[in-house]
């Protein structure tokens, strides 16, 4: 038994409020596998390929908000698990997978209802920073980032709405990738927030996610455009620590001298052509569109059945049921404002970079502050919002470092430019 | 209590299968409102808006697969509804046209699990088609094209995966657009085919379509390419009923002479570079996708509870039960070849015309042979399937008549350029 303090952020629209909330939980350890090193395997499977293709030979495993044929999907709450039957049929993602080759080694840790960066589990546990090991390993697909930071397999699919794929893959240092909102399918996938959920691969090298996410984006021999221009988003770097920063820049140094392109520094208020900073792409817009859907898909069964939560999310919940709908409209149509002047900015030829959070890892129980969580929270989604309302592609590479602990940095590419950011990646990073 | 029998088209990779079949059924009037004479309602509602705004003054109706709070969602299936609680929030959609000024004057009969084009549903009736009224409406958004038609409301939401809002609107006689995949948030509708299921809009008047679609599409002011050129898909045209042709290609002489544009006849396999029927779009591709992402929805959740089912959906499932999904992957890789062919074609500047379907509406009663419901099924998911392997934007245009009976002309556009063909639209038909 323990005892937990929890800091919950809103999602409303009057930018984040906070409160703590000090709650007992029956069990930590709620479902561990004591062989896997990273504590990332909600359940240990070996499921064979069921044909031969380019993944032959790795493995993955799969965050717990996507179906495996038999197995319950815990949403990563144990009242959603106990209350849905197992699936019958694998989601759409998996059979993808196992057809190209690969091996299912099992299911991992996903955050509650996957409604938090953080990677602390009240239920499932905490999976293991293998890099860091006395610090968060951030979520929600923290399992996945573990899982593949710790050798349990080479590659894992997860899911990435306002960051859960990209800021696990900075903080364990793995890579990690977001493509285009809906280039994968999401059929057997639980259904979190329809407009931006997308379906992703995190991976222990670049070759490896690459041969993944092509299986699932289903690639092809399609033709990319050619690597013409290098932006950096300037108010990323202007948010991030200054110790990430500086790593970003030496990062855009090497870039420069390797593709001979002089990066470009840009603002968001330059991209959209309006003067904005770059934290309305979250606080203005895609937060708040979040907490719309969210109410539609997980809201509805918990006001019908009243489940058991932890206590983070239990606050952050709260949030979401009092959030007044009409008001909160407007933030679609910036949603859409902000996609627009995104899409005729970012051509096919232009990669944008930044780091992928503007800090490390915090350590384990430090974001029990509201000042603290306020700070990891605003900052860290003001950076993953931009390809959230961009609906764009997004690479985590794990090539900076800062205290001895790992930050991501990231390239991202125009909306379904999934192929070229792959390409350009191989390029960039030599 | 009826007898009816039914004729189950599979959606198979081997093309239709076929088996007919005879089941009682309790009842065929399952709920109606005596007062609509488009036997449309599934329950009257009187939602107020919920501010002023661009539709003021208008009225709509929903799709029984879009939740409305405080009612419980049928999906067009009794057992559905009744195991399922009422949501307590309206879909996204739902709230973006109140808000807007519209008002909500019900819900509407859906298909069984929506899953049909022909609009007669068992357990729910057949809603009246009032331009033709010995013929089926069309579905799925049967009570949408049939509540417009009728007058209960100046507009409807739907869905339309495979051709669910298209097909209604050309056999019933009225406006239907289905948006580009994804644009329309589908946050409170229940989980279809997620790579291929959208929102969009029936309605009796073009104006009332162009106002109710770019609220939910959130149009703004976002700059269009201009009309530049006019293509006629020529497959469609061949696949459809002499009698449509003749008058699509009276239409086309209109909108030539109107716009100064010839019309330039050219085939799918033109389109994206190789040598295959329009039909491949349907019956190697999307139809396949669509019955892997019906197994993990709604496939799941029957294995689980043996609902109670009417025939004809119950012959279709046994035949989305019994597809091998390793085995059909392959359409999941064409699909996207499709998708990329058709989107480096269509560019900006450019429409693409065909009839939305290839016959007027078929009497009542006379799909229960398997050699009717083939040709009406085979041949009308042919046409419509192009725009869902596009993931186009279509507009059917109520202007054929056939026999007196209407039949939708179709205008597509390429993907994400809605606001473009509803420019075109104002512009082609004057």
Known sequence: MIIRIAVAYSMGEDGLKQNSHQETIVSAQFCRDPSDPSASLVERLSLMPSASGPLDGLSFTVKDNIDIAGHRTSYGSPA????????????????QLLAAGARCNGKVVADEFTYSLDGENPFFGTPVNAKAPDRIPGGSSSGSAASVASGVAEFSIGTDSGGSIRVPASLCGVWGMRPSVHRISEAGVLPFMPSVSTVGVLADRLDHLDKAIRVLLRSGKRPTASLQRILVLSDAMEISDEAVRIEANGALAQISRRTGIEPEPISFGQIIGRDMPLSACNEKALRILQTLEFQNTVGNWIETNAPQMGPAFSMAYENVRGSDRIAALASLDLCERFFEGIQSFITPGTVICFPTTPVIAPLKGTLNTAESALDFYD????????SGVGRLPELSVPILTVDGCPVGFSIAAGHYQDEFLLNAAQEVLG
């Open 80 to 95: 959603w698990r106990d209350s849905h039957p197992a699936p019958n049929q694998n989601a759409l993602c998996v059979d």
């Open 379 to 386: 900052r860290t989604m003001a950076m993953t919002a931009f």
